[in-house]
């Protein structure tokens, strides 16, 4: 089944956005001393909390959960508050990738700053956070590190979503429930990055 597109004017009042790592700890019972190993595979988790709805606001909210089926359908999230307006050319992979926390691309405007520290790109379904300004050479190449890591490998040509950058998100519970007021009607739901 397809993602969902996110209801247009659907807007939470507060979102509590953040990643979960793929770290593990191995603790020596004598010295205390750690070893951490970390893998591909982090994801993005977020709560959407969503007050003072009303009716049609409300039944957009009700439809759209209702299309989701609880944790059976996906749907695309975009981070609101990060958006770019600023167009910096054709982005695509360049050359073969492997899933790590660098990625080489091509197709940027040349040599200048195309993105900056804490915007978001998608590439191959996966949202990933900029961690550094990026700038281009003069070829229109740049290599961006990215947080969390790439899950897969990217193919050459892949394009790299910048301008409206999304993740594919699940709801995280079958249960499905809003508080209903006379007026207005409110509620929140809980997803995670489904790969």
């Not at 205390?32 to 595979?41: A, I, Y």
């Not at 959960?65 to 600023?86: K, S």
């Amino acid at each position: 089944m397809m993602p969902i597109e996110w209801p247009a004017g659907l807007k939470p009042k507060e979102m509590t956005w953040g990643r979960v790592f793929n770290s593990r700890a191995f603790t020596s019972p004598f010295t205390q001393s750690q070893q951490v190993v970390t893998h591909p595979g982090a994801y993005w988790k977020c709560t959407l909390s969503f007050r003072a709805m009303y009716e049609d606001e409300e039944r957009i909210f009700s439809t759209f959960l209702g299309e989701l089926q609880g944790m059976a359908g996906t749907f695309y999230l975009y981070p609101w508050r990060r958006a770019r307006a600023v167009e910096a050319g054709a982005a695509r992979v360049d050359g073969s990738g492997l899933a790590s926390g660098s990625l080489r691309t091509r197709g940027w405007n040349i040599s200048q700053q195309v993105l900056t520290r804490g915007d978001y790109i998608t590439v191959n379904d996966q949202l990933l956070e900029v961690l550094h300004d990026v700038y281009s050479n003069g070829e229109g190449r740049a290599t961006i590190r990215v947080s969390p890591w790439l899950r897969r490998g990217p193919s050459d040509g892949d394009v790299i979503e910048y301008l409206n950058p999304y993740a594919v998100m699940r709801l995280t519970s079958d249960d499905e429930e809003r508080t209903v007021k006379p007026l207005v009607a409110g509620g929140s739901i809980e997803a995670r990055e489904a790969f």
